[in-house]
Every structure is written in structure tokens, then in C-alpha cells.
């Protein structure tokens, strides 16, 4: 058992094989020759700003030291690996900022041994072009350039020429980001959604070993955008609007409210709708360019409206304590309110702004410090909507209750 375990040790250093490794390199693929069977690596280096080189290390079969290493680069020109690289001793051998090719290094000791490693270079480098193809009010469209460098080996015995497959893919970006339509799978996108402010375009390209590039350009934006607020959408009637641009990159304005005013300034203030109905408010704009947006929003008027309560509670606790229609548009009110003996206890007639602050009966008589006494009151009203609405009649008069 023992000398078999000696067999197996003596025999380890004989099974070790040398091999050939590239340090730094992005990916690997290998050779398909034509005419010869061996399978040889190309070691993949994504370039740096153009300029990377490549670096193969050999390592020794083992055996007795010091190793010659013996390097070569294949001639393309006639065939065959006789351009010398360089030539060292020892364990390992390195050979650094290679040229793109094909590689040999011979290996050899001093007691007869020899073997050879093969490898060929490929310093990848990507290209990408991004660029302003066309640019209007509307949209903005892109120009993208994407290739690979395409890399040639050779058949050692034939010095048939070999093209090693690649392909690419892209992908479109901006900062600050904006859309860009389908952005890794049109090389030339346009966007009719073109960014409002300046940005950054930049096209990526990839290939499929990895490596990268980009390129990029500044874009100064032209495109404007309409945009306003309103301070509320719905209400009675008059309905007061406060209507504030936040429009981008406007010189011009014109502003329609639906009720046949318009405006030209940036910001028109405060409008007031009367009518009752639905109004859709534009603002058209124009920039220096003459680019042209627009914008709208819809306002609705309240039709008008009127519900009587049938009591109230005047005692100042904050809680009901007037008499007062519920009421919504309405552009005219007229109120009589009599005790059971048939006198007149208060009278309101009003419109405009003094009916909008009107607060209505707070219980006493005629406006004056004495109190009604609680009990069934007796109700006339009379009004008329902002939609020309009448509210009179049987239906408006009644009975409310005032209690303390």
C-alpha cells in the first residue's frame, strides 16, 4: 500500500499542466479554427478612454527550476509566431501592455522538458455616438451610433483570417431624467414628451463581453408647457376664483373664463362667476419662439337653492342660534318674520355682498335688545337665484319654532 502512495506522489508533479491566464481581462471566449483542432483562449480587455493593453501570465508545469519562458506574437502578415515579445527565467512569467494578437509562449527547463501556450488579445472598445438629430416645439429627436470593434484571429496552419462574434445592445438616458421613449430598443428615439428643463442625454453601449462606452450631449430646452390652479372649482353663486399661472417658459397669455371675458396678463386674479353651469377655462401661452401650449379646467356654478329650517335656538352658545335659510346662488332674499298676533317681529331685504353677510334672525325684535319669547313664529319669504330661479309662494312660508 505504501509503495503504491509513493507512485502517486512521485507521479503528482508530471500531472500538473501549465497554463495560460490573463490578469485584468473583462471575459473569455475561444477560438474555432478552420483547420486546427486546438481550442486557443482570447482573453476580452474592455478598453479605458482607448487606451488599455493586455497582460498574459504563463505558469511553469512544475519540475525542476528556473524555467525559460520565451514569449511571441503571431504575424499576421505571413503566419506563424515569430515577433519576439520578450524572454525571462523563473517560475512564472508575465508579459504586460500587449498589443492586440495572438500570443506563444514556449516553456522549456534545463532537463528536456518543453510545452507551449497559446492566447490571443482582444482590446475591446465599443463605440457610441450620441447626438441632436432634430428638435421642435413638439418633440425632440435623438441620434445614436452603436458598433463593436470587430476582432479578427487567424488559423495558425492556414492563416485563415477568423472573425470573433459580438453583438450590442444600448440604453438612452438624461439627468434630471425625462422620457425617453423605448430607450434600449430605438437607437434614434423621439420623444413627444420633450424635457422642460436642460438636460444631459447619454446613449450606453454594451456589447456582449461587457464592456461599455458612452457618449453624450447637452441639451438647452425649448419646450413650454400651460399650466395653471385655481384656488376652488365649485361653489355658489358668485363664486369668486382665484386662477394663478404656473405655466413654464410663457412670453404671451390669453386667458378665456367661459363667460366670454378674457385676459392677457400672467396672472389674472380673482374672477367671479355669476351665472349658475359649468365653465372650462382655458389659458392658451406662446414663448419667445413661438412655441404654443394650452390648458384648461373645468369650474361649476351651484344652481341656486333654498331649505328652510323650522327651528332655531337663540341663546349664544354658538349652536343654531339664528334663523336663517340655507341657501346656495341666490341673488335676492326678502324675510318677514311675524308673532302669532300677526306683528311684524323682523324684516331683512337684501342682495349682493350684504346678503352674503347676512347672518339672519338672532331672536330679537326689530333689531332691538329685547328678546322673542320662545314659541310659534310665522314666516314670509321671497327670492330670486343667480339662474333667475323664484322662490315664492305657498312653499316659503311657515311656522318656526323659536325655543330658549
Request: one cysteine or more; proline letters at 6%; aromatic letters at 14%.
Amino acid at each position: 500500500m505504501l509503495r503504491y502512495l509513493a507512485l502517486i506522489i512521485i507521479m503528482l508533479p508530471f500531472a500538473v499542466q501549465a497554463q495560460i491566464t490573463a490578469p485584468g481581462s473583462h471575459a473569455v471566449r475561444y477560438t474555432s479554427y478552420p483547420a486546427t483542432t486546438r481550442q486557443d483562449p482570447i482573453f476580452i480587455f474592455c478598453a479605458v478612454n482607448g487606451s488599455e493593453t493586455g497582460t498574459l501570465e504563463a505558469a511553469s508545469p512544475g519540475g525542476t527550476a528556473p524555467f525559460a519562458f520565451t514569449w511571441t506574437r503571431y504575424n499576421q502578415s505571413g503566419g506563424g509566431y515569430n515577433i519576439p515579445v520578450k524572454s525571462e527565467s523563473g517560475l512564472t512569467s508575465t508579459a504586460a501592455g500587449l498589443a492586440e494578437g495572438g500570443y506563444r509562449v514556449r516553456i522549456t527547463d534545463g532537463g528536456g522538458y518543453s510545452t507551449e501556450l497559446y492566447a490571443w488579445v482582444n482590446i475591446d472598445i465599443p463605440v457610441a455616438g450620441a447626438a441632436l438629430l432634430h428638435n421642435t416645439c413638439d418633440y425632440v429627436a435623438l441620434d445614436g451610433t452603436k458598433a463593436v470593434d470587430p476582432f479578427t484571429y487567424y488559423d495558425p496552419l492556414t492563416n485563415v483570417s477568423r472573425l470573433l462574434p459580438n453583438g450590442v445592445k444600448h440604453l438612452w438616458s438624461s439627468s434630471p431624467a425625462s422620457a425617453i421613449p423605448y430607450p434600449d430598443l430605438e437607437i434614434d428615439p423621439i420623444t413627444f414628451s420633450p424635457p422642460l428643463t436642460d438636460v444631459r442625454y447619454t446613449l450606453q453601449v454594451t456589447d456582449s463581453f461587457g464592456c461599455s462606452t458612452s457618449a453624450s450631449f447637452d441639451y438647452t430646452s425649448i419646450h413650454i408647457k400651460a399650466e395653471f390652479t385655481a384656488d376652488q372649482n365649485e361653489g355658489e353663486s358668485p363664486l369668486e376664483i382665484t386662477f394663478t399661472d404656473k405655466s413654464v417658459r410663457a412670453s404671451k397669455y390669453l386667458w378665456r373664463f367661459g363667460d366670454d371675458s378674457v385676459s392677457t396678463l400672467k396672472d389674472p386674479g380673482t374672477h367671479t362667476y355669476y351665472i349658475p353651469g359649468e365653465y372650462t377655462v382655458s389659458l392658451v401661452i406662446e414663448s419667445e419662439l413661438t412655441c404654443r401650449d394650452s390648458a384648461t379646467v373645468k369650474i361649476k356654478v351651484l344652481p341656486s337653492a333654498m331649505q328652510i329650517p323650522n327651528v332655531f335656538t337663540p341663546n349664544d352658545d354658538g349652536l343654531n342660534d339664528y334663523f336663517v335659510p340655507d341657501k346656495k346662488s341666490i341673488r335676492f332674499l326678502n324675510l318677514q318674520i311675524f308673532a302669532k298676533s300677526g306683528h311684524r317681529v323682523y324684516y331683512y331685504q337684501g342682495d349682493g355682498d350684504d346678503l352674503q353677510n347676512w347672518l339672519g334672525w338672532d331672536g330679537r325684535i326689530n333689531y332691538s335688545e329685547r328678546k322673542a319669547e320662545p314659541g310659534a313664529y310665522y314666516y314670509v319669504l321671497r327670492a330670486e337665484g343667480y339662474d333667475d330661479v323664484e322662490y315664492k309662494g305657498r312653499e316659503f312660508r311657515g311656522t318656526v319654532y323659536l325655543y330658549r
